[in-house]
């Protein structure tokens, strides 16, 4: 038995692994790296489960808890699954100017959940930005990352029904 | 380097104080028996300047500075209360009583809590803001001890604790702003927790009902955090 | 030495105690009789409360709309409003119930298929709200429930026509 | 590289022009790619190679007016066009040597006049992918001088002459920063650029880094080569993935041509960068929270001192910039620390750039020098407010901000100025609002952002902010007494003493300046139950009708 404890095994043959492991090699397997890390995990996978912030911690050697606590700490990461679709209305101030929220009431009541939900179904994802620096367009929408700006209600909505009927 | 060189002349509250160069204002003016409030420090562990319970105003100095993490400077002229800081100091207390659910009467602390006991000495007679009641989780599927968010002042004693003494890690803080909790491990269960070896040095040093002893939940048992300034020159000792 | 002022006691939402506090005086309550005269209280019987009272004790949060009534109509009549121990003061025990709402309160104590009484029976709030948040208070008095020794320098200090300064002296809890 | 390969590699890449009679740039910066200006970039490639003349299609950074996006910018002629479409590109070609194609001019003219470009004055004239452009507008001239003819001291000397303050919001006069690291003892030292743009309604650092980021770079190892650090990260939020693609491939080519990596111009200088996401924390701002998060670790500030100058990242002695301000350090170099003086008023020098928003005509990127007045920016160069609206308030300096009104149009713009009338200069988000803006609703959205952006590590800002969100929200629903407002004032002042860091020291500003310039709109909610902008639903007026209501809505003291 090693003094130290050795690095994780890959969780899965799953070939993203290989990616994220990657990122922590490149950074020599720093504690540093654990943002960078997750961030790849992240665009890999599309959110962070608990296997997953458990492998990194362990590879990275930093306690559960401090893994925990950074991924709940940035808003940019997520904990569950995202919908097939997504849409992200920015609340920046100019944007918010621009009646952004009128947007997110909007949405809500279209798809029946709270910004940060995902629809039962699966279908669609919903959350808010804090600005994506598009201010020039505002009001600004984000549909599956794509960005669109001057973004009406009406318009908004006609793009969600069409992917809900889908 | 002299033993003179290393000290430094500064007034606190129009005392003439001396202290160490490597003093900060708090551990000059509690050696000089001048009583400055605080909630997150605790002697033995790392200082985090978050309560902001112990801000004096320095003059010269733009902003109040914590006298838990500022160094004493030669010449400076501290002063550890006035109107306006305790004033401050008040609401300060208000916004912790208020953010979560401090029931003294029902708590398991009462009576030697520091909250309660910080209320009791800077005049908080109530609570000006309103009380945000949160709806917040008991964890007590520990064996031997409970963990209440209800009574959590965020102070991170036990984080720090954990980290810096114990070196087991089990503790840390999840969320941010207003959601921010302590946690075990994952946010798994406390019991369940991989990492926490039961050793309690968390709940002697937590200052309010947040951490307990489940056998002396009912018995207003009093904390011990004592054990860690010793706890700390002794290690530092064998390892010179 | 002064005139014999008019004192009232009020019990809302609260247990009791803090007024089993104030019998707790013992003799001192004697001394106090004689400067002070109880001329509301549920510990007399006195069903309205008068146009002009000196000192009113308050014990209990508010917590039902018939307890917000009250509390405005003394407010009105009362010159000096102390609110008297942690119930009145932050909610206490009372405002236990403000993380979940009245709701969830009703059905646990009507739970056997019962519905809540409606009628003769003050609503509920919404929310328990500690007296300070509905009428202004001139002095607090924490503790719960405040000692006899709080609550006698408490009335001889007004009875001084002084403002009693507790600090140091009562805490919560 | 030496000072004589990157002559001939300028000269190189100005000669390559005369080859093309015209040039025709595209924007292909945030703004206008949502509004496909790829496939403008496309059908204009096409057109010119069909009619056969020597034009040349060349993708770059932001022109600033994203209001009139697509935008196409034709040189030599310097003529603009605005909501350019793919069926335009033949229009366009055509036209090139005559007269231009007047249907595309939005007008544009009013708005680029009275600008001064200095940070700004790649954007939209290179291709942010190729060094080789940077370098021909004498792109890293000012590195070179740096290494081979200066010593450090010198290169702070300049930076101290030149009166450059921090671009990021507080102003610090970045000389004296530069020659307090620079004084600080340690064996290895960083150089931080910060391009954790988190002001809502500020965009100009992301559209630098995607328009010009060679010059962020260069600026970075000047300060670097001053400071004497070997190491430099720039933290960039990972909302803007253009931006870090840009960056990345803009430090492949840096390090390619040897302007960055080991023995930089043939010295002993040595320095790389890295590049560090961030993830979604406006709080990361703070120089000591940016530092954790670097370090990996969740983003919350400590007390100041030690300053990062002193104990920074890994407890080094550290710089921290930001990207503006990094910006500026080539032209400044280049052109001497008295041109830049030269620009701005007394204490605030230079020029500054401003993302001009909200209820405004034409919205965008400005950049103009220190001093002018916020009237001739929002009237002069935004073209006032649309729909026949009235102006009502202009805010700036973010979270941190305020809000100024009407009579603060004439006040001439410098750090200094902003801070007595109120408001902070911030990171230069402009945003105006016209008389459909209630202002306590502003108030009260911009301390909903400090309450969820706060860290949660003191209790001022971490319990304040939501006191003072629910006091706003109060109001806004007209249920508020004036008890509340009593008590939203005093929670202004402990929450702005006692914080830890700038995001509670700050986040009651915009509280205070909606205060001091709209206390009537307070009032009017309160006492009259009325929202004059007609924004706040607010009931019927029968706070009887709810409990809840009547306990909060009917007690006056």
């Not at chain 2, 002063?79 to 953010?99: G, K, N, W």
């Not at chain 3, 709402?101 to 709200?129: E, F, H, I, T």
């Not at chain 4, 100025?417 to 408001?423: N, P, Q, T, V």
Request: aromatic share 6%.
């Amino acid at each position: 038995m090693s003094l130290y404890a050795e690095r994780p095994p890959l969780p899965s043959d799953d070939k993203r692994w290989r990616i994220v492991n990657g990122t922590m090699r490149k950074h020599g397997y720093s504690r540093n790296a654990l943002i960078e890390t997750l961030h790849t995990v992240q665009s890999s996978f599309g959110y962070l489960d608990e296997p997953s912030i458990k492998f990194v911690a362990k590879s990275l050697r930093v306690p559960l808890s401090q893994a925990y606590g950074v991924v709940t700490f940035y808003h940019f990461f997520s904990l569950k699954p995202p919908g097939k679709h997504t849409c992200t209305v920015c609340l920046g101030t100019a944007c918010y100017i621009k009646g952004s929220d009128k947007l997110v009431v909007e949405t809500e009541k279209l798809l029946s959940i709270k910004a940060g939900q995902t629809t039962a179904d699966g279908e669609v994802s919903f959350t808010t930005a804090r600005c994506v620096g598009a201010c020039g367009r505002a009001p600004v929408v984000l549909l599956d990352g794509e960005l669109s700006g001057q973004v009406g209600v009406a318009e908004l909505k006609a793009q969600l029904e069409r992917w809900v009927r889908q | 380097m002299s033993a003179e060189a290393n000290i430094r002349t500064l007034t606190i509250d129009e005392v003439d104080v001396s202290a160490r160069a490597d003093q900060t204002i708090l551990e000059a003016a509690r050696e000089h028996n001048i009583e400055i409030p605080t909630l997150c420090h605790l002697e033995g562990l790392s200082e985090v300047g978050a309560c902001r319970l112990c801000l004096v105003q320095v003059k010269g100095a733009r902003r109040l500075l914590p006298a838990c993490v500022t160094r004493v400077e030669e010449g400076m002229e501290v002063t550890t209360h006035s109107p306006r800081i305790d004033r401050y100091r008040t609401m300060v207390l208000e916004l912790f009583f208020a953010e979560r659910n401090h029931v003294c009467s029902v708590c398991v602390a009462n009576g030697n809590c520091e909250l309660q006991t910080l209320a009791l000495r800077l005049g908080m007679t109530h609570v000006e803001m309103p009380y945000q009641y949160p709806q917040l989780p008991v964890d007590a599927s520990h064996p031997r001890f409970t963990v209440d968010h209800n009574r959590c002042v965020l102070c991170t004693r036990c984080v720090r604790v954990c980290g810096e003494i114990e070196g087991a890690n089990t503790w840390g803080v999840m969320g941010r702003g207003a959601q921010s909790l302590v946690i075990t491990d994952l946010k798994e269960p406390w019991g369940e927790s991989e990492t926490c070896t039961s050793c309690g040095k968390c709940v002697q040093v937590c200052p309010t009902g947040a951490l307990f002893e489940k056998s002396r939940a009912g018995m207003r048992a009093q904390k011990h955090p004592e054990f860690l300034p010793y706890l700390r020159i002794m290690r530092e000792g064998e390892q010179q | 030495m002064s005139e014999t002022k008019t004192l009232a006691t009020v019990w809302l939402d609260g247990c009791s105690g803090c007024h089993m506090s104030l019998l707790d005086m013992d003799e001192r309550l004697i001394e106090l009789s004689s400067q002070f005269s109880l001329v509301y209280s549920p510990l007399v019987d006195q069903k309205i409360f008068p146009d002009h009272v000196d000192v009113t004790l308050v014990e209990g949060a508010v917590a039902s709309d018939d307890d917000l009534r009250k509390i405005r109509k003394i407010r009105e009549h009362t010159r000096v409003l102390v609110s008297l121990g942690d119930c009145a003061l932050t909610g206490n025990v009372s405002a236990m119930r403000n993380q979940c709402g009245p709701g969830p309160v009703l059905l646990r104590v009507y739970s056997d298929g019962q519905k809540a009484p409606s009628m003769g029976v003050p609503a509920l709030l919404d929310r328990v709200q500690p007296v300070h948040e509905v009428v202004p208070v001139d002095v607090f008095v924490p503790g719960c429930p405040p000692s006899a020794d709080t609550i006698y320098r408490v009335l001889a200090e007004l009875l001084a026509g002084r403002v009693p300064t507790l600090e140091g002296v009562a805490h919560f809890g | 590289m030496n000072a004589e390969e990157l002559q001939q590699l300028a000269a190189e890449a100005r000669d390559e022009r005369p080859q093309f009679d015209y040039e025709v740039n595209v924007c292909m910066g945030t703004g206008c790619l949502s509004q496909h200006s790829d496939r403008v970039k496309n059908a204009l490639e096409k057109e010119a190679e069909i009619s056969g003349r020597k034009c040349h299609v060349r993708r770059t950074g932001c022109m600033g007016l994203c209001a009139a996006g697509p935008m196409v910018l034709v040189e030599p002629a310097e003529t603009r066009y605005g909501h350019v479409h793919e069926g335009d590109a033949q229009e366009i070609v055509a036209s090139l040597g005559g007269d231009p194609v007047a249907r595309l001019d939005p007008q544009l003219r009013g708005y680029f006049e009275g600008q001064k470009h200095v940070v700004l004055e790649n954007s939209g004239h290179i291709d942010p992918e190729k060094i080789e452009e940077y370098i021909a507008r004498d792109g890293y001239e000012a590195l070179v001088k740096a290494v081979t003819e200066m010593s450090p001291g010198q290169v702070i000397e300049q930076i101290m002459k030149s009166g450059l303050r921090g671009r990021g919001g507080g102003g610090y006069p970045t000389g004296l920063k530069w020659d307090t690291v620079a004084k600080v003892k340690g064996a290895q030292k960083y150089v931080i650029c910060n391009g954790d743009e988190g002001d809502p309604g500020a965009f100009m650092d992301r559209s630098v880094l995607e328009s010009d980021p060679q010059r962020v770079i260069e600026g970075m190892a000047i300060a670097a080569y001053a400071i004497g650090a070997a190491k430099g990260y720039i933290y960039v939020r990972a909302e803007y993935p253009l931006a870090v693609q840009r960056l990345t491939v803009a430090l492949q080519q840096a390090r390619r041509r040897g302007l960055l990596g080991s023995g930089i111009c043939e010295t002993t200088f040595n320095f790389d960068i890295d590049i560090r996401l961030g993830a979604g924390a406006f709080v990361c701002g703070e120089e000591t929270a940016l530092i954790a998060s670097i370090e990996g670790k969740r983003g919350t500030p400590r007390p100041r001192p030690p300053y990062p100058a002193v104990s920074g990242l890994w407890g080094a002695p550290t710089l921290i910039n930001n990207v503006e301000t990094f910006a500026n350090v080539a032209p400044i170099l280049r052109h001497g620390g008295e041109w830049f003086s030269s620009m701005g008023t007394a204490r605030s020098k230079g020029t500054k750039v401003f993302a001009l928003t909200g209820k405004i005509q034409r919205t965008g990127l400005v950049e103009v020098p220190m001093g002018m007045t916020l009237r001739q920016i929002i009237f002069g160069i935004g073209g006032g407010v649309p729909d026949g609206r009235k102006f009502k308030a202009v805010q700036t300096g973010g979270p941190s901000g305020g809000c100024l009104p009407e009579e603060h149009l004439d006040l001439s713009i410098s750090y200094d100025a902003l801070i007595s009338a109120g408001s902070m200069m911030g990171s230069g988000g402009m945003i105006v609002m016209d008389d459909t803006s209630c202002m306590v609703s502003v108030a009260r959205f911009f301390m909903e952002f400090c309450m969820t952006e706060s860290c949660g590590k003191c209790v001022p800002c971490r319990a304040g902010t939501v006191q003072m969100y629910e006091l706003l929200t109060r109001i806004t629903k007209g249920v508020a007494t004036h008890r509340d407002l009593d008590r939203l004032t005093d929670l202004c002042e402990v929450v702005g003493a006692t914080s830890l860091c700038g995001l509670g020291q700050t986040a009651p500003n915009p509280v205070l300046s909606t205060l001091r310039y709209f206390r009537h709109e307070y009032l009017a909610h309160i006492d009259e139950k009325r929202c004059p902008a007609g924004v706040c639903e607010i009931g019927t007026g029968h706070p009887a009708d709810s409990a809840e209501v009547t306990v909060a809505g009917e007690v006056h003291v």
